[in-house]
């Protein structure tokens, strides 16, 4: 009987560093995503200016903006509700 207490134990720790090396696998994932993303919106917008100067046309940069400042309502709307658990505040 002790036996098989043991084996269960031991099963739910290797299980538990499987599952820590799991988390941290998706930590570093999330963190090269959002690495990537920057460099990708650093260069999108490196673009857009040269656009802008080239052309002189700021519709595209007020586009640009506007929609920057939807996505950070967005985001702050959605920490918010993670905050508070409250999942209603996303309606």
């Not at 043991?6 to 988390?23: A, C, F, P, R, T």
């Not at 940069?61 to 509700?81: E, F, G």
Request: charged share 10%.
């Amino acid at each position: 009987m002790i036996y098989i207490i043991l084996l269960i134990l031991n099963l739910l720790y290797y299980l538990g560093v499987i599952l820590k090396s799991w988390l941290l696998i998706v930590y570093f994932m999330g963190l090269v995503i959002y690495f990537v993303l920057t460099l990708f919106c650093g260069y999108m917008a490196f673009e857009l200016g040269r656009y802008v100067i080239a052309t002189g046309d700021a519709l595209p940069l007020i586009i640009v903006l506007l929609l920057a400042l939807l996505s950070i309502h967005c985001i702050k709307q959605i920490y918010k509700a993670i905050k508070s658990k409250d999942l209603d505040i996303l309606d």
